[in-house]
Antibody, heavy 126, light 106 residues
Framework: EVQLVESGGGLVKPGGSVRLSCVAS????????MNWVRQGPGKGLEWVGR??????????DYTAPVKGRFTISRDDSKNTVFLQMDGLKSEDTAVYYC?????????????????WGQGALVTVSS | IAMTQSPVTLSVSPGESATLSCRVS??????LAWHQQKPGQSPRLLIY???TRATGIPARFSGSGSGTEFTLTISSLQSDDFAIYYC?????????FGAGTKLEIK
């Protein structure tokens, strides 16, 4: 069974930092891209960033509002992906979800499976 | 890529059908997914590749469209279907979601 479990959220002051962790199980973490998606209070979903697998250099992409402030990394030995958030602003207040997209192919047909964690609340307030 | 969903809120009676729209600012071919989210829950994938139902999704959910215009149709609405629905393109980074359509009971 695929599971994604986030931890590390909480109340942070503007300008502060917090690191979220997401422990994965039930699939081949090493070769899977991992994503972070956030949802502000009463708002829609926003893709934060993604990190490629080791085979693809563990490089990461970020959405413009967080670029230069957020860093995604991974520890494949611990099946864990991290979201380091620095220079936090009030508009970063959100539930942060760890998620991944898996593909299972049978012949020429591939099936997509999305898995989400339960979310970690980060509140940026003085 | 900007995503525009309409309507913002849709009121429908159980047993009826609902049609939700998603317009994309530039062509994504069929690289579009639909997600359902209920209060306090993580999103759930319903449709990918514009029209392919995800595993375990009932046949009353159907997706159509390509390029810039997409539709999610839910037939014979059940009480469990009242939720917020998001379209999402995965053609180009950054991946983007629409603002959502809230489907509520009439």
């Amino acid at each position: 069974e695929v599971q994604l479990v986030e931890s590390g959220g909480g109340l942070v002051k503007p300008g502060g930092s917090v690191r979220l962790s997401c422990v994965a199980s039930g699939f081949g973490f090493d070769y899977t891209w991992m994503n972070w998606v956030r949802q502000g209070p009463g708002k829609g979903l926003e893709w934060v960033g993604r990190i490629r697998s080791k085979r693809e250099g563990r490089t990461a992409d970020y959405t413009a509002p967080v670029k230069g402030r957020f860093t995604i990394s991974r520890d494949d030995s611990k099946n864990t992906v991290f979201l380091q958030m620095d220079g936090l602003k009030s508009e970063d207040t959100a539930v942060y979800y760890c998620m991944t997209v898996l593909s299972n192919c049978s012949g020429a047909v591939c099936y997509r499976y999305d898995y989400w964690g339960q979310g970690a609340l980060v509140t940026v307030s003085s | 890529i900007a995503m525009t969903q309409s309507p913002v809120t849709l009121s429908v009676s159980p047993g009826e059908s609902a049609t939700l729209s998603c317009r994309v600012s530039q062509s994504v071919d069929t690289d579009l997914a639909w997600h359902q989210q209920k209060p306090g829950q993580s999103p759930r994938l319903l449709i990918y590749r514009a029209s392919t139902r995800a595993t375990g999704i009932p046949a009353r959910f159907s997706g159509s469209g390509s390029g810039t215009e997409f539709t999610l149709t839910i037939s014979s609405l059940q009480s469990d279907d009242f939720a917020i629905y998001y379209c999402q393109q995965y053609r180009t980074w950054p991946l983007t979601f629409g603002a959502g359509t809230k489907l509520e009971i009439k």
